[in-house]
Every structure is written in structure tokens, then in C-alpha cells.
């Protein structure tokens, strides 16, 4: 089972932030935060990972709580094409194994509207 | 372009026969992972290969098999097909199993059994 508690949507004025919250409570110390996105059945797309510390790239920006036990991706501002079920995902650290493997939930579908 | 290549992109097939489908990971990636997703089940995680051998295995079927060659590309061999078996089926990779590796997805096979 998913380990991560996503809204099922949210709709984004285009130009505006996009800010996708997503609930990780019983994460652990050895777990990433990672975020995909999937536009309308093509393969999911990843656009950033964490463990502690925020992250930034081109795509989007990660804020983790210094709990652990949530994160917002921001994706600062939206275009139509960034309409899409973005997937919060925790994968465990250890080398191997299928804790490795990223578990899909439901997402959170993303309407970005003009 | 994640780089991981799928082939085909759409392939329908007769209830009872057996298809093949072929991922070509990307350049340097020993990892191979299979994913389905059907309307009802969102995406769910098959089976993972590591440079040649089996390392995790999740919901596939008994019906089901996969293997990863030398050159590392891999194929999901499907068998005595189900109505219920039509879904798109996604090959992703990664450098290693480690989860501080990105898991790149294809865009994936369809699959429809009539």
C-alpha cells in the first residue's frame, strides 16, 4: 500500500504557483520523498526527490517539513501543460530489494486552468 | 525523451495467445523495472530485473514472466491472455536498485485483448 495521503484534485489558475501537498506520517529515517507525474497515460514523468532538505530544480521546488511527515511540491507558475496526476511517492533507502521500487497511490489530479 | 524504449507501442491480440513486449533501458542503467496500469488498478508494479537477474517481484501474474537479457533489454512475456489483462505496461530504469537512483519510465505498451 501507498504510504502517502494525496488530495484526488486541485485546480491552478495558469501563471499561478501550484503548491501539491502531500502527508507522509509514518516515513522513516531512510526514506526518500519522490515526485512523478503522469500527463494523460503517457509513462510518468519524474520531477524531484528528497530526503531532509528542500530541493530545487528546473521543474519544480520540494519543501519538506522538518518532521518529515509532509511535503508541498511547488511548481511556481502553471501552464496548461503542466495539467497532469502528479504522484507523491516514499521509496525506502536500502540497496535492493522491492523497497526500492516506487509504490503509485491515486495522486492528486492536477487541473491548470486559463 | 526519458531514453527507455518500448516496443510496441500498440499491439492488439485474440483472448488465449501470448505477445511479448521489449524494453530497451537506458544507455548505462542495469536496472529494469515493469509497471501495468489498467483503468481500475492505476499502476502497479510487476517485477524488477538487475543486471540479469530477478530482484524484486510485485503483482504479476502467474501467467506472466519477464526476463533481462545480457545486452540488458529486457521482455515481459504475456500468456494465455485475458480480456482483463488490457492495460498499458510501462519498463522504466535506473543506474542500480539503490532508491537515491531516478527511476525513468517509456511511454509505454498498449495492450488490448479482444
Known amino acids: 500500500d501507498a504510504k502517502t495521503t494525496q488530495p484526488p484534485s486541485m485546480d491552478c489558475a495558469e501563471g499561478r504557483a501550484a503548491n501539491l501537498p502531500c502527508n507522509h506520517s509514518?516515513?522513516?529515517?531512510?526514506?526518500?520523498v519522490y515526485w512523478y507525474r503522469q500527463i494523460h497515460s503517457q509513462g510518468p514523468q519524474y520531477i524531484i526527490h528528497?530526503?531532509?532538505n528542500n530541493e530545487t530544480n528546473e521543474m519544480a521546488s520540494l519543501i519538506i517539513t522538518e518532521d518529515r511527515k509532509s511535503s508541498t511540491l511547488i511548481l511556481p507558475h502553471a501552464t496548461l501543460r503542466d495539467t497532469a496526476v502528479y504522484y507523491c511517492?516514499?521509496?525506502?533507502?536500502?540497496?535492493?530489494?522491492?523497497?526500492?521500487?516506487?509504490?503509485f497511490g491515486k495522486g492528486t489530479k492536477l487541473s491548470v486552468k486559463p | 525523451d526519458s531514453g527507455v524504449t518500448q516496443t510496441p507501442k500498440h499491439l492488439i491480440t485474440a483472448t488465449g495467445q501470448r505477445v511479448t513486449l521489449r524494453c530497451s533501458p537506458r544507455?548505462?542503467?542495469?536496472?529494469v523495472y515493469w509497471y501495468q496500469q489498467s483503468l481500475d488498478q492505476g499502476l502497479q508494479f510487476l517485477i524488477q530485473?538487475?543486471?540479469?537477474?530477478?530482484?524484486a517481484k510485485g503483482n504479476i501474474l502467474e501467467r506472466f514472466s519477464a526476463q533481462q537479457f545480457p545486452d540488458l533489454h529486457s521482455e515481459l512475456n504475456l500468456s494465455s491472455l485475458e480480456l482483463g489483462d488490457s492495460a498499458l505496461y510501462f519498463c522504466?530504469?535506473?543506474?542500480?536498485?539503490?532508491?537515491?537512483?531516478?527511476?525513468?519510465f517509456g511511454e509505454g505498451s498498449w495492450l488490448t485483448v479482444v
Open positions: 509514518t516515513i522513516s529515517g531512510n526514506e526518500y
Open positions: 511517492i516514499v521509496r525506502a533507502r536500502n540497496y535492493g530489494g522491492s523497497q526500492g521500487n516506487l509504490i
Open positions: 544507455s548505462g542503467d542495469l536496472s
Open positions: 528528497g530526503l531532509k
Open positions: 522504466a530504469s535506473s543506474v542500480e536498485p539503490h532508491s537515491g537512483n531516478t527511476i525513468y
Open positions: 530485473y538487475y543486471n540479469g537477474e530477478e530482484r
